[in-house]
């Protein structure tokens, strides 16, 4: 359990350890983890560009075999 302050002083130090708690939270967050977001969203991306050739590859095959049929 925490320590109730008992008056106006206690209260804002109690409020300043909060804030310096929280500013040390965003850096944190600033720092570390969304730099591990930012080269998991970079590895995705290229497994995301590789399907995408993949899939326009397949539908340029299919186009150029239907084009095939008809000019036949």
Partial sequence: MAIE???TREHI???Y???TGLKKD???IKNNHLKHINE???KMGGKIEKVYWDI???AGTG????IEKIIS
Avoid: C, M, R, T
């Avoid at 186009?63 to 239907?66: E, I, R, S």
């Fill in 40 to 42: 998991d969203v970079e």
């Fill in 13 to 15: 130090i109690s409020l």
């Fill in 63 to 66: 186009a150029l075999f239907a």
């Fill in 26 to 28: 965003i850096s944190q």
């Fill in 56 to 58: 326009l590859e397949a």
């Fill in 17 to 19: 350890g909060h804030v």
């Fill in 5 to 7: 302050p008992k008056n």
